[in-house]
């Protein structure tokens, strides 16, 4: 099993670019989230899915979007890019969220620099 | 929402001794909060975790103490190794409006052991 994955590992945008990264998962978990990690200010959830075809806002989710088509992949778009948005972007998973095997699986994280 | 405070914001420990950092949280219906190693470049991985039904869990080296009362709860490292290097995050984990479970990051802690 690869786990989760995430495409791009790095990515230099221009302001005003859009961009999607990508996340998938063969762990075949129904959960899935976008975290943001800046220096100092630790994880920070962006938007997150309970199941395939859903998708809620997390703590910090203007300037962002997000689809879940398909259950094993969970995209994050950015239509216009901000320097604000400079940041490493890491995707999770989970198989619940409130009962046993609620753990979150993370990706490798994409770093992201919006110039 | 849910707020967690972590501390310190970094650790500086001889190889060997005991390290301990420690986490509060606001909201008393949080339930369970897992705690994440992070080593630089990487992505975080669960290194243990505890449920709001138990007040202490050991695993080999580790331990977490969980006071539901006073809404905080801490990391235990015994005997220290260079290899325990890293930023650890506490999270609490809380129901959302749409019934799922978020959790909600602590800023991290730097831990360093001197060789």
């Known amino acids: 099993n690869a786990g989760v994955t995430q495409t791009p590992k790095f990515r230099v945008l221009k302001t005003g670019q859009s961009m999607t990264l990508l996340c998938a998962q063969d762990m075949n978990h129904e959960y899935m989230y976008w975290y943001r990690q800046d220096p100092g200010m630790g994880l920070r959830l962006i938007h997150y899915?309970?199941?395939?075809?859903?998708?809620a806002k997390g703590e910090v989710p203007d300037g962002y979007n997000v689809s879940r088509l398909k259950k094993q992949n969970f995209l994050l778009g950015l239509e216009s890019a901000a320097p604000s948005q400079t940041s490493v972007y890491f995707c999770?998973?989970?198989?619940?969220?409130?009962?046993?095997?609620?753990?979150?699986?993370f990706g490798p994280g994409t770093r992201l620099t919006v110039t | 929402g849910e707020n967690v405070e972590q501390h310190p914001s970094t650790l500086s420990v001889q190889e060997g001794d005991s390290a301990v950092i420690k986490c509060t949280y606001s909201d008393s219906a949080s339930n369970y909060f897992p705690w994440y190693k992070q080593e630089l470049g990487k992505r975080p991985q669960l290194i243990i975790d505890i449920r709001s039904n138990v007040g202490e869990k050991k695993d080999q080296r580790i331990a977490v103490t969980l006071n539901k009362t006073a809404k905080h709860f801490s990391l235990h490292i015994t005997e220290t190794q260079p290899e325990d290097s890293a930023v650890y995050f506490c999270a609490a984990s809380v129901r959302s409006g749409a019934g799922s479970y978020q959790l909600t990051f602590g800023k991290g802690t730097k831990l360093s052991v001197i060789p």
């Open positions: 899915s309970v199941g395939e075809g859903t998708t």
């Open positions: 999770a998973s989970s198989l619940t969220s409130g009962g046993l095997n609620r753990e979150q699986y």
